[in-house]
């Protein structure tokens, strides 16, 4: 089944505990990026990569880092989370950037830094 | 004025209703737009896509109008399963980046 998963689902943690949320698709998309939703702001992007080794900012990059050394995998981390990162998290994947390509979301992972 | 704007309603219909929401963008050169559903808590669902004039899909028609620079959402005869957040999505002139609207809120009564 084509899909985009996210591990762990929920999260709560404690500010400064470094954690990673990982993102993996099976589609063989180039296109990966992760947003955040927050209620009132709706869904904000976060940093996004446009092939393996290829990562840029979004519009809400500050705390947050990124790498894609596979195709498939597209990590978000947070070194020293802080109590404004609780969020929702969405990954996301598409072929490419065309507009015609559908974006395929993760299920989400809900974050609590308290 | 935002990016992209929509109306966060909620908007309460009974079932067999027809309902339209608007999506006003700001980026005249835009030009390919997309309708996704999300449902409570869960991630949102491409539902339509828009690059001419519109698109029709079943029960769901989606109109651009690029003069005033907003996009539509009509739902013919609605269904109880049509309850969720309906979220317009406008790219970039380079098609990196993905600018959402904050959603309008859809509930279907019986």
């Known amino acids: 089944e084509a899909q985009v998963t996210q591990n762990p689902r929920y999260l709560i943690t404690v500010t400064g505990k470094k954690l990673t949320v990982t993102c993996s698709q099976n589609?063989?998309?180039?296109?990966m990026s992760w947003y955040r939703q927050d209620p009132g702001l709706g869904l904000r992007q976060i940093y996004y990569s446009m092939n393996v080794e290829v990562t840029d900012k979004g519009d809400v990059p500050e705390g947050y880092k990124v790498s894609r050394k596979e195709k498939r995998n597209f990590p978000l981390i947070l070194e020293s989370p802080s109590p404004n990162q609780t969020s929702l998290y969405f990954c996301a994947s598409r072929q490419g950037l065309a507009g015609y390509n559908e974006q395929f979301f993760g299920p989400g992972t809900r974050l609590t830094v308290l | 004025r935002k990016e992209v704007e929509q109306d966060p309603g909620p908007f309460n219909v009974p079932e067999g209703a027809t309902v339209a929401f608007n999506c006003t963008y700001s980026?005249?050169?835009?030009?390919?737009f997309f309708w996704y559903r999300q449902d409570c808590r869960k991630e949102p669902k491409l539902l339509m896509s828009v690059y001419s004039s519109g698109n029709e899909d079943g029960r769901f028609t989606a109109q651009l109008n690029r003069a005033s620079q907003y996009i539509s959402l009509l739902i013919r005869d609605s269904k109880l399963s049509d309850s969720a957040t309906y979220l317009c999505?406008?790219?970039?002139?380079?098609?990196?980046?993905?600018?959402f609207g904050g959603g309008t809120r859809l509930m279907v009564k019986p």
């Open positions: 589609m063989n998309h180039e296109y």
């Open positions: 999505v406008v790219p970039n002139n380079a098609g990196n980046m993905l600018t």
């Open positions: 980026n005249s050169a835009s030009q390919s």
